[in-house]
């Protein structure tokens, strides 16, 4: 992305590689307030990926609908939250 930040791809590859780093770790052991922290800071990470990626690839919803759905989930961003939930639901339709 340093080289050429115009491939969708790379926004789609980098963001989905913390959002599965912070679904192994949630789905890994008991629950602790150190490991919601640590799960919720790679949902940070993927977010402005796979926001990228939405902005450049808005038909690719396959791809980024349920990974921001989840992330906006687990951060608490209603707005976001129920913008995305309402994509979801029309997908499904």
């Known amino acids: 992305m340093a ?3 115009s491939i969708p ?3 789609c590859n980098m963001g989905l590689a913390f959002f599965n780093q912070a679904l192994m770790l949630d789905a890994t052991g008991k629950r602790t307030r150190k490991k919601r922290q640590a799960v919720n800071q790679l ?8 926001e990228k990626y ?3 690839e ?7 609908v349920p990974a921001l759905y989840t992330i906006y989930l687990n951060l608490n961003m209603g707005k976001q939250f129920e913008e995305i939930d309402r994509i979801r639901e029309n997908m499904t339709q």
């Open 9 to 11: 791809e790379a926004y």
């Open 3 to 5: 080289l050429n930040d």
């Open 58 to 64: 808005p038909q690719q919803q396959s791809k980024w």
């Open 43 to 50: 949902y940070e990470k993927s977010l402005p990926y796979l």
């Open 54 to 56: 939405r902005e450049m």
